[in-house]
């Protein structure tokens, strides 16, 4: 049996876990769902009969749950190499991936504040693998890591200073491991080298991201505080006027209800009023459901504005790269944000874009674009895995 290294990804009320061997190949991924509730289920890709859990469990018993599962067939016969934790909000602390020590922890957890309903859950993840694996090193990977090197103007609100200094309300920015995925891989495929290749990243998935990266780096990102800023997305606003807040309270919703209403009953799902499901958008807007229409208009011109906004952070743009669900599998989403990009000058050839770019290297633009548009598959568990092994040896 070979050296593995185990992603653990913690969600509110889910997990994931994927085991790479040492050329980091995916050998093994498992899934549990409902968590905390009476039906809560896990599996393991590709086995039929689901794995046992205790009734209602939590992340830390789906978790020996699946670890037991891992083992009985023979994935995991023998501890991990590394254990790599994705953490969502690592504030202004953590600037890269971290090797876990009690100090960490209570970093982490001083950073829960920004991120009430992911950093505890990660946490608790964190804490059952180290229980379970003790003497293997554990490493955490953050989702804000990627954009702290957001310059001041482009990170800073304009609002009292107080505001940062007391409260640290400043833009973190999520999506990092994509993000900083894209920049390699496109950077792969033009034959440069990350440090010196300058993009526009749009991750379209259920949340959407765009950042620019300028040799490297990210200088610029449409995720603010939370991941509720920029973008339209799934079932996410993105940015609404900040005045709205009073003009609903007039109307007795209270700011709970408002939170709720712009994170859950938003987005694409809030203007279609069907779905927050870009496949089943294209299929009912293509049969004349003209408010499904509409929230892909809104999506692609809001993503066009975005990245009309983002070249401001830049001197040079290597390409425009689109992933996530969405950006690696929707060719209408892509030609109609590039259809808005006409003054920048890029163009699409929509055989290769019909194609999601995989008969190109990822490459969908035209001869006569101003810009190389590329379409990578993301891989943030990839990234942590590398991270993982990366740290651990450090
Ligand atoms: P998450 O952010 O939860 O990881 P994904 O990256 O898997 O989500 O993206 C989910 C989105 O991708 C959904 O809106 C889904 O409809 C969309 N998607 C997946 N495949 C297609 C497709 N073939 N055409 C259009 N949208 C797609």
């Given amino acids: 049996m070979t050296d593995t ?38 599996h393991i890709a590709g086995q039929e009969a689901p794995v046992p859990l205790p009734t209602g469990a939590d992340h830390g018993q789906a978790l020996a749950s699946l670890v037991k599962a891992f083992n009985e067939s023979g994935y995991m016969s023998q501890p991990p190499k590394a254990i790599g934790h994705r953490v969502v909000h690592g504030g202004e602390t953590f600037r890269e991936s971290t090797l876990v ?23 608790e993840g964190i804490r059952a693998m180290r229980e379970l694996f003790p003497d293997i090193p554990h490493v955490v990977v953050f989702d804000t890591a990627f954009h702290l090197t957001l310059p001041p103007r482009a990170y800073r609100y304009a609002l009292p200073e107080q505001c940062y200094t007391d409260w640290s309300i400043r833009r973190y920015g999520f999506h990092g491991t994509s993000h900083s995925f894209m920049v390699q891989e496109a950077a792969n495929r033009l034959n440069q080298t990350p440090a ?81 499901d870009m496949r089943t958008l294209c299929e009912l807007a293509d049969h004349g459901h003209e408010p499904s229409r509409l ?21 040079r743009l290597d390409a425009l790269v689109f992933t996530g669900g969405i950006g690696e599998n929707s060719a209408r989403v892509r030609s109609q944000t590039a259809s808005h990009l006409k003054l920048l000058g890029v163009r699409l050839d929509e055989e290769l874009n019909h194609h999601h770019g995989r ?7 035209s001869p006569e674009s101003n810009y190389p548009v590329l379409v990578i598959p993301t891989n943030e568990e990839l990234v942590i895995a590398r991270e993982a092994n990366l740290r651990a040896h450090n």
């Fill in 196 to 276: 010196t290749t300058s993009i526009i990243s749009a991750h379209l998935g259920n949340g959407c991201s765009i950042t620019a990266i300028r040799d490297g780096l990210s200088v610029d990102t449409s995720m603010g505080l939370t991941p509720l800023e920029g973008l339209v997305m799934g079932t996410r606003s993105g940015d609404v006027d900040p005045g709205l807040f009073d003009f609903l309270a007039a109307r007795g919703i209270s700011a709970a209800d408002a939170h709720h209403m712009l994170n859950y009953d938003s987005g694409l799902l809030g203007l279609s009023g069907q779905t927050n």
């Fill in 101 to 123: 020590s009690d100090d960490t922890m209570t970093a982490i957890e001083a950073c829960a504040e920004l991120a009430p309903l992911h950093n505890p859950v990660n946490l």
């Fill in 359 to 365: 008969i190109s290297d990822g490459r969908i633009e």
């Fill in 5 to 42: 290294i185990l992603v653990v990804n913690c969600g509110s009320s889910s997990l994931k876990l994927a085991l790479f061997d040492q050329q980091f190949k995916k050998i093994a991924s498992a899934l549990a769902e409902r968590l905390n509730n009476p039906d809560a289920f896990a």
């Fill in 295 to 315: 929230a892909i208009d809104v999506f692609c011109f809001r993503l066009a504005r975005y990245i009309g906004a983002m070249t401001s952070s830049l001197d």
